[in-house]
T-cell receptor
Framework: AQSVSQHNHHVILSEAASLELGCNYS??????LFWYVQYPGQHLQLLLK??????LVKGIKGFEAEFIKSKFSFNLRKPSVQWSDTAEYFC???????????FGKGTKLSVKP | DGGITQSPKYLFRKEGQNVTLSCEQN?????MYWYRQDPGQGLRLIYY???????QKGDIAEGYSVSREKKESFPLTVTSAQKNPTAFYLC???????????FGEGSRLTVL
């Protein structure tokens, strides 16, 4: 069965530190890849997505992610985090053959001011 | 304003009672989904529906039921057969088969 692994359960950073959150998936076919974010008290929202083309995708608030097909990875990065980036981040994978979105277990990011 | 409305936001029920969570969307999306979110577990798919009058079980459908009589509505019933119903429930919708979902604000169910 398709699965998504997020490497870190909880990451704590100081403001201005660089961020990289790991995501690996197990499906070998064509997939669409996503990062969703859930800020405290807010609904889950799309951060960025990859369907095809340039494997380096840019999302909102300065986030980017790189799709490396050979490694089945879609890691999320931000050069300099802010306190307002404190949230839970979910990697998700969609395959047309399965027809639904599979989520990782999430990574909580805490940014210290 | 287009979006997904879930109600109620908070719900308390006694063990053994069925409860129904409402989900309404005015985005004209064909597909709708119900996920359950537990701390450290991510989001797990309960049921989804690609079109009206049709729905499929997700990974954790046992103890839940749904209906899709209208395009804009996809209510979830948590039955007394669900062994651990206390959780945060998220409804979502999408316009196509891409995986890009729009989420509601969620309903937190606590069973006492």
């Amino acid at each position: 069965a398709q699965s998504v692994s997020q490497h870190n359960h909880h990451v704590i950073l100081s403001e201005a530190a660089s961020l990289e959150l790991g995501c690996n998936y197990s499906y070998g076919g064509t997939v669409n890849l996503f990062w969703y974010v859930q800020y405290p008290g807010q609904h889950l929202q799309l951060l960025l997505k990859y369907f095809s083309g340039d494997p380096l995708v840019k999302g909102i608030k300065g986030f980017e992610a790189e799709f490396i097909k050979s490694k089945f990875s879609f890691n999320l990065r931000k050069p300099s985090v802010q306190w307002s980036d404190t949230a839970e981040y979910f990697c998700a994978v969609f395959s047309g053959s399965q027809g639904n979105l599979i989520f990782g277990k999430g990574t909580k990011l805490s940014v210290k001011p | 304003d287009g979006g997904i409305t879930q109600s109620p936001k908070y719900l308390f029920r006694k063990e053994g009672q069925n409860v129904t969570l409402s989900c309404e969307q005015n985005l004209n999306h064909d597909a709708m989904y119900w996920y359950r979110q537990d701390p450290g577990q991510g989001l797990r798919l309960i049921y989804y529906s690609q079109i009206v009058n049709d729905f499929q079980k997700g990974d954790i459908a046992e103890g839940y039921s749904v209906s899709r009589e209208k395009k804009e509505s996809f209510p979830l019933t948590v039955t007394s057969a669900q062994k651990n119903p206390t959780a945060f429930y998220l409804c979502a919708s999408s316009w196509g088969r891409t995986g890009e979902l729009f989420f509601g604000e969620g309903s937190r169910l606590t069973v006492l």
